[in-house]
């Protein structure tokens, strides 16, 4: 790499010429030789690497260059519908027989096996297969050789189906939605992109005539449009070997349609799209500035790596101005960004694109300020200061990349090579990456990005998107004062952006550091812990999984649990801290001395527990410590800072609940603690009552002793080396050595069984019910595995008897969770939408099931699937720093190992288990139902 460029040269090309213009005289970008790219004499592509992260584990994905963008007007909503056919039949997995296998070894549908649709690209996946189980790699490889080619499109199981996309639909069709599906014919007139949403239409959905389906499945699931990735623990050449054997069969089609990607229309004057919903909570506004997209052909030279380090760039160091701008007392919006991209739903044209979320009342306001800032930095530029930060971010992120190249999963080369296929995004392979991105970042001065933002922001091409809510006595600007609005952009007169910074350290001098008291090593989790002078506890544990990784937390009990419950307005406010900095630093500054490095520290005063976490790089071990005892020791005052979380949250909370699933969590809160003081919602009409110096009394009453907390860091750490500079730290921490715990606040579920159903009428008729059980279970690492079984298990049934069988919902959740204190609870719950005249029926299934499990257990099938999928994801969780860091805290809180015995205890649990525990549960008769019915408008 070290010569493949004259630095210099790079920079005069990319000032003198366009970006377009500079590709030609720049080499093309390597690929990475670790992967093995091939193509089969029928077209089909594949990608394969060897990787040994997670250790015997593969993923198996199939990529087609085909989407919702393909579909006659009779076929909207056929791509999305044919890939929810791909797991209900194939010739060599009929039924759900596909699914029933991968579940059997441990992979599990919706979280392993997945796949999604777009407007250009549909992509299967079935990840983390463990690749010991005898045929796993062959079983995997003829899946996707099915999907290819060999669908079985029953009659029987289309119409099954048709019913779960009709409820897919319903869950889907929020606000947003049903503005952006009106947005499309404006924004997109004359082309196939103005109806090319993938959920299609419901008419076509409920209707099409099965041939509609197998003439689309014939048309374009075909080799030539086909990319299988396989990445993982496995033998890069038997794997090829299989797949040229395997795919050989799959016949090309040499007289196929031509795969058409379709232009987008330029605009001379602007487009303005003004949409608005009675559910919408929020008013948002969208600025596009339309450009060519980089060909494809081209993206393989060095230009365009080039140009995408540049509008990263761009990108990071407006947002930093914007963020600046909602840091002030009465900020001009509640949040604005930018980011360069595809434009909306096409990638045949790129748009620099501007987002803000606008307060009622300045709508104008908010616009004309993200206007003026991407026109301030077209004019004027960037400075080398602001320049040098974000170029430090970027490489630091870069080199934590690199520092992490033999730590990288399969997921991030399957993604990286998927990308390749669909858009031919540049594969060089995190090496060759570092390497030339750290030759040619030095070498771009910030004159050439200014330079290049004149041309991001467009004077023609301008797309205005603005959507908000549909209520009385609201106005949002109409097309003419947009219009104005864009307009009085250009002609404004504007002055350069002043960057104030500081050559202030992140702290003037070390504070007097602590001692270590004791040293032990605890042979249970393999720590190191130390005892500090000033009585604060440190427990170490050093891993070789990520190189560039230190998770810290710091943990006390007491919480806001210690306050009253006429505090809770404050309570719920606590958050509000962090707004004003630390130290000498406002939240803005901060981040500015913060640049280049990675290390974070953030608060939470829960209800039981006050605590920090924080996550480093080891190099930055000392930074992370810094902002840990500024976080304890100097939380900043700042009134404007203040002043700004209160009218960005107020103005954010002013229309929701105008969004219906805010109605139906108020109620599932009010229900289930039955109105209990502390489980309020924040409203906007409460912002006011928040009081700043309350805020700060009752945040430092919590951080004011560091005597009872106990820090937990796991990672690439240098024991012998860190464990001295952490003392420095954490042993500086003040400690008056009170003694505390939590108190019980006494918000308990609600006993007995209870029913709340209330109408609510909304745009799209649908049902959302809450199902919940709850009582006393004893808190140990068996219930706990009990808890994630059951609720697995019903997951399975509800499935297949609710979703498959019924198609009468999307998919229903079950979730359940044990706690321990103030007292031993388990709770179970069920959530899931559906039609309003389905519901009664499905209802029945929800309960009948849950009877019949508490009755007569699970099939041992069920049981089975279960325990693969969760031995599998111990071995995997067991190499990451946050599952260790997650158990010793656990382990600290409850005296609970739930690492220990774990493989054994799930191993040793049988049928009778999961029938005992869900009928112990069960026979409580504690069971909360509540439900939000919108019925179909008459």
């Not at 900020?331 to 606008?358: L, N, Q, R």
Request: hydrophobic share 35%; charged share 25%.
């Amino acid at each position: 790499m070290k010569h493949l460029f004259r630095g210099l040269f790079v920079a005069a090309v990319i000032i003198c010429c366009s970006f377009q213009q500079a590709f030609a005289q720049l080499p093309p970008i390597p690929v990475d030789p670790n992967v093995r790219i091939g193509q089969l004499d029928n077209g089909l592509t594949y990608y394969i690497r060897k990787n040994v992260l997670p250790e015997n584990r593969a993923d198996f994905y199939i990529a087609q260059k085909v989407g919702s963008i393909q579909e006659e007007e009779n076929q909207r909503g056929l791509a999305h519908f044919l890939e929810h056919m791909c797991f209900n039949g194939t010739t060599h997995f009929p039924g759900d027989a596909l699914k029933q296998y991968l579940e059997r070894i441990g992979v599990k549908f919706g979280e392993n096996l997945n796949a999604y649709t777009s407007v250009d690209e549909t992509v299967y996946n079935i990840s983390n297969v463990p690749v010991t189980v005898p045929g796993a790699i062959d079983s995997c490889l003829l899946i996707l050789h099915d999907w290819s080619n060999d669908l079985t499109l029953d009659p029987k199981e289309i119409d099954k189906e048709r019913g779960v996309i009709n409820e897919e639909w319903r869950t889907r069709m929020s606000a947003m939605q049903r503005m952006q599906e009106k947005m499309l014919p404006q924004m997109f007139a004359g082309t196939k992109y103005a109806t090319c949403f993938p959920i299609g239409t419901m008419d076509v959905v409920m209707n099409f005539k099965y041939q509609t389906l197998r003439d689309y499945y014939e048309k374009w699931y075909r080799p030539d449009l086909q990319g299988i990735v396989v990445v993982g623990d496995i033998d890069v050449d038997a794997i090829e070997a299989k797949i040229k054997t395997m795919f050989a069969d799959v016949p090309a089609q040499p007289e196929a349609a031509e795969r058409v990607y379709y232009p987008v229309n330029d605009n001379k004057e602007p487009i303005v799209i003004i949409e608005q919903d009675k559910e919408q909570p929020h008013i948002q506004a969208l600025i596009f500035n339309k450009h060519d997209a980089t060909p494809d052909d081209q993206k393989n030279n060095m230009g365009y790596m080039v140009q995408n380090y540049a509008t990263n760039l761009i990108s990071s160091m407006l947002n930093a101005r914007l963020n600046e701008l909602t840091q002030t007392a009465n900020p001009p919006f509640i949040y604005a960004g930018t980011f360069e991209g595809e434009f909306f739903v096409a990638k045949t044209k790129s748009a620099f694109t501007g987002v803000v979320v606008c307060k009622e009342g300045s709508v104008e306001d908010g616009i004309a300020n993200l206007l003026r800032e991407m026109e301030r930095a077209r004019q004027f530029g960037f400075t080398e200061t602001e320049y040098g930060r974000a170029r430090a971010e970027y490489l630091r992120q870069l080199e934590s990349a690199y520092n992490e190249r033999d730590k990288r999963k399969n997921e991030t080369y399957v993604n990286e090579y998927v990308r390749n296929f669909l858009d031919k995004e540049p594969i060089p392979g995190i090496e060759n990456e570092y390497a030339i991105i750290n030759q040619i970042a030095p070498n771009i001065p910030v004159a050439a990005l200014n330079q290049m933002m004149q041309a991001l922001v467009t004077d023609s091409n301008q797309v205005v998107a603005i959507f908000g809510p549909e209520k009385e006595g609201l106005k949002l600007p109409t097309k003419d004062a947009v219009l104005k609005m864009l307009n009085d952009a250009k002609t404004e007169k504007l002055t350069a952006y002043v960057d104030k910074v500081s050559d202030e350290p992140l702290m003037a001098e070390k504070p007097q550091g602590g001692k270590i008291v004791s040293e032990k090593i605890n042979p249970l989790f393999g720590t190191t812990e130390l005892t500090l002078s000033n009585g604060a506890k440190v427990i170490l544990k050093k891993t070789d999984f990520k190189a560039d990784e230190i998770r810290m937390k710091g943990v006390s009990l007491g919480g806001s649990s210690l306050f009253p419950d006429s505090e809770i307005i404050n309570i719920k406010s606590l958050d509000a801290i962090s707004t004003g900095g630390l130290g000498n630093f406002s939240a803005v500054d901060l981040e500015k001395v913060l640049a280049g490095k990675k290390a974070s520290v953030s608060y939470s005063i829960g209800d039981k527990t006050e605590g920090v976490t924080g996550n480093c790089s080891p190099k930055d071990l000392e930074t992370m410590l810094q902002l840990t005892y500024l976080t304890f020791t100097a939380p900043r005052r700042d009134d404007d800072a203040f002043a700004s979380y209160k009218n960005r949250s107020k103005a954010s909370l002013q229309n929701q609940e105008l969004n219906p699933s805010v109605a139906f969590s108020d109620s599932i809160q009010a229900t289930v603690y039955n109105h209990h003081p502390r489980a309020i919602r924040m409203k906007a009409d409460m912002i006011d009552q928040i009081d700043y110096d309350k805020l700060l009394e009752m945040y430092k009453d919590r951080y004011k002793d560091a005597s009872d907390f106990t820090f937990i860091l796991v990672g690439n750490i240098d024991i012998d080396k860190d464990k001295e500079l952490i003392a420095e730290y954490l042993g500086a921490l003040p400690a008056i050595n009170r003694k505390e715990t939590f108190k019980d606040t006494k918000m308990e579920m609600r006993k007995g069984t209870c029913k709340n159903e209330f109408t609510r009428q909304q745009e799209t008729p649908k049902a959302s019910v809450l199902v919940l059980y709850n009582g006393k279970c004893k808190y140990d690492q068996k219930n706990n595995l009990l808890m994630s079984m059951t609720s697995q298990i019903l997951d399975l049934i509800y499935t297949e008897k609710v979703r498959e069988d019924e198609g009468g919902t999307y998919g229903v959740y079950v979730g359940g969770n044990l706690s321990k204190y103030p007292k031993e609870k388990a709770f179970l719950q069920i959530i899931f939408e559906t039609a309003p005249e389905k519901k009664d029926k499905l209802m029945e299934i929800i309960f009948a099931e849950a009877a019949n499990l508490a009755k007569n257990g699970p099939s041992e099938a069920n049981l089975n699937k279960v325990k693969e999928y969760m031995l599998k994801k111990h071995k995997e969780d067991l190499k990451e720093n946050n599952y260790w860091l997650g158990n010793i805290d656990e382990y600290l809180f409850t005296g609970v190992d739930m690492v220990k015995d774990y493989e054994n205890i799930v191993n040793s649990i049988t049928t009778k288990d999961i029938q005992k525990f869900a009928d112990e549960l069960l026979k409580q008769k504690n069971e909360i139902e509540v439900t939000m019915v919108s019925p179909e408008k008459k």
